[in-house]
């Protein structure tokens, strides 16, 4: 986990890293920021590639098994080509001489673009494996501490983080407007890139056996600014009223900004939403899947605070299954609307509709 930790800040920092799969050895770098493959062909010794993973693919009209597919650069591509590639609405044909030569992503592929992911960057790595005639001096380079190593099958589970090994970091009387008796836990990752907070609202030796429970994920646009392009400012300030009117319980603000994909991910996503993609499609352009986010640290969270019974405030299915699967009772679920608007119906259409989010009766009332 400590070199998976290290990579990811090389790579939010334009450095490449290596990936080692046995004997083979890639040279990965991030797609942001890069002007140029030619540094990266350079030290590796051989050609390079981008590696898009299936839903970027999808986007672009070519189905793949796999999780992501890797595709051969021209000597003389541009950073614009690079980047439309990557995020481009644009559907060339299976066929199309732009993807001439797309194949599955080896171990170390998939492992790269797993990184980008877990580093919250636009989800395609540029790569190039280590020729033998590189080989020794990447070598050297990794000895003298100038290039960072890591083992494949490690990037390629980092999402996941670190199960149980969570921290408590700190906590604060905080008196919100509608619930003046509530406290704040702040935990922390392992990799120390996130942290979550547990609003812990009342007195828990009061609380029912089944505690009132809401997962919000932050969304800095609509939490702190209101935006109203969603529902989730309202629903964050609903839901502790909610949880204050049934006798305390607990908000897990979960540091998952965009359903997992990042606040500056989410902002290319809103640009794509502006050109007439929904929710879901376009963080598809951008290669992420429906839904990003990870729910494993929110049951650690609840253990942490000798939760194992909740009474759960969500329209979201998969919340309630995260929870079981973790060994997580849910016992009962609350439904938890924010106001539908002129700005935002479309937005909660395709959570309803793509995402299988349980909104009827408020979608209902509009029509």
């Not at 605070?305 to 016992?331: F, H, S, W, Y």
Request: proline share 4%.
């Amino acid at each position: 986990m400590y070199q998976i930790e290290r990579a990811i800040f090389d790579i939010r920092r334009g450095f490449p890293v290596v990936i080692n799969a046995g004997k083979q050895r890639l040279l990965v770098q991030a797609l942001e920021g890069s002007e140029s493959i030619d540094a990266l062909a350079q030290l590796a010794g051989s050609p390079p590639s981008l590696v898009l993973t299936r839903h970027r693919l999808a986007a672009i009209g070519v189905a793949v098994t796999a999780e992501a597919a890797s595709l051969p650069l021209a000597a003389n591509i541009g950073a614009g080509e690079l980047h439309r590639l990557a995020t481009s609405e644009d559907q060339p044909s299976a066929g199309s001489e732009r993807l001439k030569g797309l194949k599955p992503a080896a171990l170390a592929e998939v492992g790269a673009v797993t990184l980008m992911r877990r580093a919250l960057l636009i989800p395609a790595a540029l790569c190039a494996f280590v020729s033998e005639k590189a080989a020794a001096d990447i070598e050297q380079q990794l000895a003298e501490g100038r290039l960072l190593a890591v083992n494949a099958k490690d990037a390629q589970q980092c999402l996941s983080g670190v199960p149980g090994m969570l921290k408590r970091v700190s906590e604060a009387h905080i008196p919100l407007e509608e619930a003046a008796d509530s406290r704040f836990v702040l935990f922390r990752e392992p990799d120390g890139l996130r942290e979550h907070v547990a609003v812990v609202i009342g007195k828990p030796e009061e609380w029912e056996a089944a505690v009132p429970l809401r997962m919000h994920s932050a969304c800095l646009t609509g939490d702190l600014f209101a935006s109203l392009r969603c529902d989730c400012g309202e629903q964050l300030r609903n839901a502790v009223k909610d949880i204050q009117a049934m006798g305390g319980g607990v908000l897990l603000y979960l540091a998952q900004e965009g359903r997992g994909i990042g606040l500056a991910n989410k902002l290319r996503a809103y640009t794509l939403q502006d050109g007439g993609l929904d929710t879901v499609d376009a963080d598809q352009v951008l290669g992420f899947g429906d839904d990003e986010r990870q729910y494993s640290v929110a049951v650690d969270m609840l253990s942490a605070l000798k939760i194992d019974q909740v009474q759960l405030l969500t329209n979201n299915p998969l919340k309630m299954d995260a929870l079981r699967q973790g060994g997580i009772e849910v016992v009962s679920r609350q439904a938890l609307y924010g106001s539908v608007t002129d700005h935002n119906q479309r937005y909660l259409n395709a959570k309803a509709t793509r995402g299988g989010h349980l909104l009827d009766d408020v979608l209902s009332s509009q029509r």
